[in-house]
């Protein structure tokens, strides 16, 4: 799963990982996280492989609403290595909230 991609905010990829032939969860392994916006890659902030959950995080810069974050997730446990994908268009940075106006009073 990710979390939505907006500017100015962690981004992350997560992926349970499980065996294919027996269904049986996988607890320890080696992970690999990547991601660039166009040709700028990013640094993850997080890479960790805890009960079965493999999870990513980065920190997409502030002004990249509009462009896309591309990566991908690699897992190497048992002697596989398996790799999920993701492209996501990045949202406007999320206003800090409700705008204070004033008015005049006669």
């Given at each position: 799963g990710l979390k939505s991609a907006t500017a100015g905010e962690r981004f992350g990829a997560v992926a349970?990982?499980?065996?294919d032939d027996t269904g049986e969860r996988?607890?320890?392994?080696?992970?690999q996280c990547r991601?660039?916006?166009g040709s700028t890659p990013l640094r993850p902030e997080q890479a960790t492989f805890r009960n079965t959950v493999a999870k990513c995080i980065?920190?997409?810069p502030a002004g990249s609403?509009?462009?896309t974050v591309?990566?991908?997730l690699t897992v190497t446990a048992?002697?596989?290595?398996e790799t999920r994908t993701?492209?996501?268009?990045?949202?406007?940075?999320?206003?800090l909230g409700p705008r204070a106006t004033s008015r005049a009073t006669a």
């Amino acid at each position: 799963g990710l979390k939505s991609a907006t500017a100015g905010e962690r981004f992350g990829a997560v992926a349970k990982v499980t065996r294919d032939d027996t269904g049986e969860r996988v607890r320890s392994g080696r992970i690999q996280c990547r991601a660039k916006i166009g040709s700028t890659p990013l640094r993850p902030e997080q890479a960790t492989f805890r009960n079965t959950v493999a999870k990513c995080i980065w920190r997409l810069p502030a002004g990249s609403a509009g462009k896309t974050v591309r990566g991908s997730l690699t897992v190497t446990a048992l002697g596989v290595t398996e790799t999920r994908t993701f492209a996501e268009r990045i949202r406007p940075e999320r206003p800090l909230g409700p705008r204070a106006t004033s008015r005049a009073t006669a």
